[in-house]
């Protein structure tokens, strides 16, 4: 790597990881690396406790009833699979041949969309994708006015990934559940989680989905989905949710039916015990005054870009209800070449293009050619975001590339 190497992609994933990370996972595999619920043995048992103490750290971070609740996954897009995938295979088995309809927003990741879209295609569901405004922000009456008696289910992402709008989710569950009470309310935490708070009870969330890799500053592959009561009931009958994914979970073993009672009816499979291990220590190391060091390298980012002739911020002008993102691009430059020139050139690290949210780009006019995302992080410094500016002003003040 560069020795001048800026990282300026955390809304991709969060980098440095806190020390403590590798040194937890090097101690868990030389350790602990049984496999998690196998066995009755010292190193399973102690795998197992590790992934344990994850799923209470995150039942904890989003004030789950109990940690029963939390699913242990292999990242959002797995947790938001099992969560789309299990409603839609539910309400088709109850529904007698009408289809679910599902509401979802136009700032939704392809994590949301790609999975809605493909049973779309298949003739499983009716779908209604609520447009944004151009700050990115859901309008929670939109999102009540397009759900009908058939809607199964409303998915939310709590901010967007590309502009860094956070969603006003306590007032669209309001909305929503003034008009169909018992309708799922489904929020993407990827861009929040570690960043803001997020509380299933007080927002009366029923599934809600979270990435270990990014605000949480865990490695990737680590992910959770929280399954409420309303589409899991604790009685186990009349569950409103199926599992996508069968196979072994160390727990009945001797039956070929899966388990009924959460975590293990969605979590078949051997767990990612060691990046669970990280994710704990990651968490561990999560304060407040990093997000304060986020927040403040945005404002000097926003302000910076706002000043740079030939460059335009798409978004909000603030900091004000967003996480730590900024969406910008260079006049008369491909984002995908700005990203290309900061990375080769510059040797700083942003993202250019459509990070997977083609509506969004949509929304705001950029659909053909993206924007360059740029998100720091709680160890980037002011020297590095000046760094960044000046690039962009020498790339913007040269003649238009394409
Ligand atoms: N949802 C949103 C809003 C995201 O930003 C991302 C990651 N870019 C995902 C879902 C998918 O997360 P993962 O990479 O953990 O699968």
Not at 40 to 58: F, M, S, W
């Amino acid at each position: 790597m560069h020795p001048d190497f800026v990282y300026l992609d955390n809304a991709a994933t969060s980098w440095p990881k806190p020390d403590a990370v590798a040194v937890a996972m090097s101690e868990f595999l030389s350790t602990r690396a049984g496999n998690p619920g196998r066995g009755g043995h010292a190193l399973a048992r102690a795998a197992a406790e590790t992934v344990e103490i994850a799923r209470e750290k995150l039942a904890a971070l989003i004030n789950a009833p109990t940690p029963k609740r939390v699913v242990l996954t292999h990242g959002c897009t797995d947790a938001i699979n099992q969560a789309i995938q299990g409603v839609i295979h539910s309400a088709s088995k109850c529904a007698g041949g009408k289809k679910p309809h599902i509401v979802t927003t136009a700032i939704e990741h392809n994590a949301v969309l790609r999975t809605l879209h493909s049973f779309k295609c298949d003739g499983l569901l009716e779908m209604t994708i609520v447009p944004c405004d151009s700050e990115g922000t859901m309008s929670p009456d939109r999102i009540a006015d397009a759900c009908t008696p058939c809607t199964e289910l409303v998915a939310v992402s709590h901010a967007s990934n590309v502009l860094g709008t956070i969603q006003p989710i306590h007032e669209i569950m309001l909305a929503v559940r003034a008009k169909c009470p018992e309708v799922l309310f489904m929020v993407d935490a990827a861009q929040t989680a570690g960043h803001f708070s997020v509380d299933v009870q007080r927002d009366d969330i029923d599934l809600l989905t979270l990435a270990g890799h990014k605000g949480l500053r865990g490695p990737t592959g680590t992910g959770a989905l929280y399954v409420g009561p309303r589409a899991y009931p604790d009685c186990c009958t009349n569950t409103r949710m199926c599992c996508e994914r069968r196979g072994g979970t160390g727990a009945i073993a001797p039956g070929l039916e899966m388990p009924t009672t959460l975590p293990d009816a969605l979590e078949a499979g051997t767990a990612n015990a060691v990046g669970f291990a990280g994710l704990v220590a990651a968490m561990g190391t999560l304060c407040e005054s990093q997000h304060r060091t986020e927040m403040m390298h945005t404002k000097r980012l926003l302000d910076g870009l706002l000043g740079i002739p030939n460059v335009t911020v798409y978004g909000k002008e603030t900091t004000e209800g967003r996480t730590p993102v900024v969406l910008f691009n260079i006049k008369g430059m491909c984002a995908r070449d700005a990203g290309k020139i900061l990375d080769e050139q510059h040797h700083i690290a942003v993202r250019g293009g459509v990070h997977c949210a083609p509506e969004l780009h949509n929304a705001i006019g950029t659909k053909s050619d993206g924007g360059v995302r740029v998100s720091p992080g709680c160890t980037t410094t002011e020297d590095q975001i000046d760094c960044f500016l000046e690039a962009v002003r020498s790339m913007a003040s040269t003649p238009a590339m394409s």
